[in-house]
Nanobody
């Protein structure tokens, strides 16, 4: 019903930048929230950044001041600008959206994109 397509992962040296994109498509009535989570090997998935339908943005503590989440006017694509990357940012990054489809609300995940930061 809803697909999340991610792009932009890759490898970068510490201090560098990457930009991730995620586009939602399908039978969308409204996107209540959309953003990114990351999961490093052996660790739990954790919040990177999320934006609500109303435009409020929350960031994980470890990325505040370095990452910026934005979205397009249609509110179906989010962009994660990652600056001053550190080795500890290495993880699989997953796009996530809470989407109203018809009369119901569902949680969707993208397939994940690898971000590798080397020193």
């Amino acid at each position: 019903q809803v697909q999340l397509v991610e792009s932009g992962g890759g490898s970068v040296q510490a201090g560098g930048s990457l930009r991730l994109s995620c586009t939602a498509s399908g039978s969308i009535v409204r996107i209540n929230a959309m953003g990114w989570y990351c999961q490093a090997p052996g660790k739990q998935r954790e919040l990177v950044a999320v934006v609500t339908e109303g435009g409020s943005t929350n960031y994980g503590d470890s990325v505040k001041g370095r990452f910026t989440l934005s979205r397009d006017n249609a509110k179906t694509t989010v962009y994660l600008q990652m600056n001053s990357l550190k080795r500890e940012d290495t993880a699989v990054y997953y796009c996530h959206a809470i989407v109203q489809v018809g009369d119901y609300t569902y949680s969707y995940w993208g397939q994940g994109t690898q971000v590798t930061v080397s020193s």
